[in-house]
């Protein structure tokens, strides 16, 4: 038996410091890469015709991913954790961090992450297609697990958790999912929405799906009619809005303040979101606690380099839910 399991986004990443120049439009962003070229002592990024280039020395490529840092954090807070993808043959488990159920032999996507003297980091993605087989699908259908955490779903992998999700569509489960901008408006995201208990988006996201408005709350409460009972609204350093629908018709607005952080890296930002949510969601806390468990963890994780190089420990936890009052509860 298991409390969260985590999929499908693995990549490969080869993490720098520099102060190299980009671009406003693209600096701190989730950029795809056309290609990205390794060599002894600088690797070159092509994005939208334009070549970036950044001197390193030694570059050691990690284990990475949203999947990864959630199934880092789960682990940390002391949830039993599966975390599942597709990695390439020669990769080895870097971490122990939850019980692996993986692919051998897929091309991986490997992504350049670029973290400048601010702590924004920018990431230069190159992504091949892929997505689960039909026989790790049946093995993770099989797996006792009340949530499912879906990050970073891409085009090519909707199907899949779209039946993964619609077979765990009970009171017993709950599925969270948080979407590569790629899908955002395409008929399988509407589709898996329909499945989706909780749904994870940023504003521009947000704007995409269901159009621009001055009031995130409304915003969020316009999401709830795609299908997920809770919608979770990130707007960056203005903080989160939390919409909740009852099986009665009414619905709740939340807002939480982004909490001040010394911010060294912002990568896993929205992946560590998740963890702290989902995390006290577990505990049984109300989803106005969630959400502050969830900027917490956000604000914790940042503040070290990596994208889950600040996940809290559930003794951290602990500390804050007994200074905060929270539920008056402790990590599990």
Not at 87 to 102: I, K, N, P
Not at 158 to 173: D, G, M, N, S, Y
Not at 199 to 205: A, D, S
Request: net charge negative; charged share 20%.
């Amino acid at each position: 038996m298991f409390d969260v399991m985590c999929l499908p986004s693995l990549n490969l990443e080869f993490r720098l410091k520099s102060d190299a120049v980009i671009p406003e439009g693209m600096r701190g962003k989730k950029l795809t890469a056309e290609s990205l070229e390794f060599g002894s002592e600088k690797v070159t990024a092509s994005v939208q015709g334009q070549r970036f280039s950044f001197e390193v020395s030694g570059l050691v490529p990690t284990l990475a991913g949203s999947s990864v840092n959630c199934a880092v954090g789960f682990s940390r807070l002391g949830l039993k954790t599966v975390l599942a993808g597709a990695v390439r043959g020669d990769v080895e488990s870097l971490e122990t961090v939850a019980t692996l159920f993986v692919e051998r032999g897929a091309v991986m996507a490997t992504t350049l992450c670029v973290v400048d003297s601010t702590g924004a980091a920018t990431l230069f993605c190159k992504k091949p297609p892929y997505t689960l087989s039909d026989l790790l699908l049946k093995q993770l259908s099989s797996v006792s697990c009340p949530m499912v955490v879906a990050t970073g779903v891409r085009q090519a992998e909707i199907a899949v958790v779209t039946e993964l999700f619609q077979k765990r569509l009970t009171r017993a489960h709950c599925n969270m999912l948080t979407p590569n901008a790629e899908v955002i408006g395409s008929s399988g995201l509407n589709q898996l929405l329909r499945f989706t208990d909780v749904l994870q988006i940023n504003e521009v996201e947000a704007e995409m799906l269901v159009g621009r408005t001055e009031d995130p709350g409304r915003a969020a409460l316009s999401l709830l009619k795609l299908g997920p009972k809770v919608v979770l609204l990130t707007l960056g350093n203005q903080g989160a809005a939390v919409a909740v629908f009852s099986e009665d018709g009414n619905h709740t607005v939340f807002w939480q303040e982004a909490l001040k952080a010394q911010v060294v890296d912002t990568t896993g930002a929205g992946d560590a979101f998740t963890v702290g949510f989902v995390s006290a969601l577990h505990m049984g806390l109300g989803h106005g606690e969630c959400l502050k468990v969830a900027a917490w963890t956000a604000a914790e994780n940042i503040s070290a380099f990596g994208g889950h190089g600040g996940m809290p420990y559930k003794e951290r936890l602990s500390e804050y839910l007994a200074g905060q009052n929270i539920g008056n509860l402790k990590a599990a």
